[in-house]
C-alpha cells in the first residue's frame, strides 16, 4: 500500500515502546510522557500503521525497531495515537519512508514546553501492549 505524502488527520500513528520504566504504566493502562520525549534532534520517530493488521504492526515494532537497536531489548507495545492529536500541538509529521510507513514527529518548541506537550500527547495516546 502506498501512503500519501501528507499524513491524514485520522491517520494512526505507533510510536514503539521498547522501554518498560517510565514508558507506560500497566497498573493505569496508560502511556507515560517519557514516551514522548523528543530526542536531541527533535525528531521523535513513529509509524503510520492504518490499514495494517495488527500482527503486521507488531511486525514492523520488532524488525525495524528492535532488530536494529545497538542493544536487544523487548517490544513491549506501542503508543497509538491520532495524527490530529499530534498537529493540535503544533507539531508537524514528517513522513521519511525510511524505512517504510516511518515518520517524524517534528517542529518542537522550546525546549521549556517539551515535558508539558510530552504529558498531553500521552494522555492522548492508547497503549496497546503486545
Not at 44 to 63: H, P, T
Request: charged share 25%.
Amino acid at each position: 500500500m502506498v501512503l500519501p505524502i501528507v499524513v491524514n488527520p485520522n491517520e494512526s500513528l505507533a510510536r514503539y515502546l521498547s522501554e518498560k520504566k517510565g514508558y507506560f504504566s500497566t497498573d493505569r493502562n496508560a502511556v507515560l510522557p517519557r514516551a514522548f520525549m523528543p530526542p536531541l534532534n527533535l525528531r521523535l520517530s513513529v509509524f503510520r500503521i492504518d490499514g495494517l493488521k495488527l500482527d503486521e504492526v507488531w511486525e514492523i515494532g520488532q524488525k525495524k525497531v528492535i532488530d536494529v537497536l545497538p542493544l536487544p531489548k523487548p517490544l513491549y507495545g506501542m503508543a497509538d495515537i491520532k495524527a490530529s492529536k499530534v498537529r493540535k500541538f503544533e507539531l508537524e509529521i514528517e513522513p521519511s519512508n525510511t524505512p517504510p510507513r516511518h515518520a517524524d514527529i517534528c517542529g518542537w518548541p522550546e525546549k521549556a514546553r517539551h515535558k508539558s506537550i510530552a504529558q498531553q500527547l500521552a494522555a492522548e495516546a492508547t497503549l496497546i501492549l503486545k
